[in-house]
């Protein structure tokens, strides 16, 4: 089970902080560390990017600071049993892990600290280990992720784009323009979404619409061609066509099988 000591979200240190701790701590050390740093640990020097996840076992004697500027991180100093960490590769540990979304880890860190601090003693408990949990499998997930794909500030983003689409595929999302908001080209900006998502970017909006115009037709009795434009279709030929490709049938024979 993991069990919180302390933490501390966005602490900010001047740039002539260091952290030294020559005999390192009787825990487990958690960073986000938000403006790069240089490590020093078991007397190896590494050099730690913006948005890098560092993870330091008990004991084990280390430093850090921004050599540049202001240091900035997220902390949390955590106990655990060996076997709780068996998810992690052993090169996750004394080494900067640059992370493709700092914010959902940062998330989960907010609310451990609240349920350590707040939560009822007679749950406390379990909402920390829980979220721990997941904070660490994001971790995992985006670890190897980076092992298998090239790093790229821009996976984050991305995520957030593709959460937004879904949440409303029927608007209009002109390539053209998300690209420049990036401030990459459109052949880079769809050679991205699809390295990360595994699927062209125009076909991923075709098939969100589809599953909304899906759901649409099984739970209201709205008329196909308004259904066509709640999707974001201007017509409703377009709209059969795109549905009989992804489905097999046709609206109308999809109400008439999945509606009661």
């Not at 701590?25 to 020097?45: A, N, Q, R, V, W």
């Not at 406390?124 to 190897?144: A, G, P, S």
């Not at 999707?231 to 097999?248: D, I, N, P, W």
């Amino acid at each position: 089970m993991f069990t919180v000591i302390r933490g501390g979200c966005f602490s900010k240190h001047p740039s002539n902080f260091i952290m030294q701790r020559p005999n390192g701590l009787p825990h487990y050390l958690f960073l986000i560390i938000k403006t790069g740093s240089e490590l020093t640990i078991d007397g190896k020097i590494r050099i730690c990017r913006p948005n890098s996840v560092l993870i330091i076992r008990p004991n084990t004697p280390y430093s850090y600071r921004n050599p540049n500027g202001e240091y900035v991180d997220d902390w949390l100093h955590f106990d655990c049993l060996p076997e709780d960490l068996s998810m992690l590769d052993n090169t996750m540990f004394h080494q900067g892990l640059p992370v493709s979304n700092p914010g959902i880890l940062t998330a989960y860190i907010q609310q451990i600290l609240w349920e350590h601090n707040f939560a009822a003693e007679n749950s406390k408990e379990y909402y920390v280990d829980t979220l721990f949990k997941i904070l660490l499998r994001h971790l995992c997930d985006d670890f190897h992720a980076e092992n298998t794909e090239e790093y790229s500030p821009y996976r984050y983003k991305l995520q957030k784009l593709r959460l937004k689409i879904q949440a409303s595929p029927y608007k209009k999302y002109p390539v053209k323009e998300l690209a420049e908001s990036f401030g990459i080209s459109v052949s880079y900006f769809q050679y991205l979404y699809k390295l990360f998502f595994h699927v062209p970017f125009q076909a991923d909006i075709i098939q969100m619409r589809i599953e909304y115009a899906k759901e649409l037709i099984r739970s209201t009795d709205l008329p196909l061609d308004q259904i066509a434009h709640s999707c974001g279709y201007a017509g409703e030929v377009h709209f059969y066509r795109q549905f009989l490709s992804k489905t097999g049938m046709t609206p109308g024979d999809y109400r008439k099988t999945y509606v009661i």
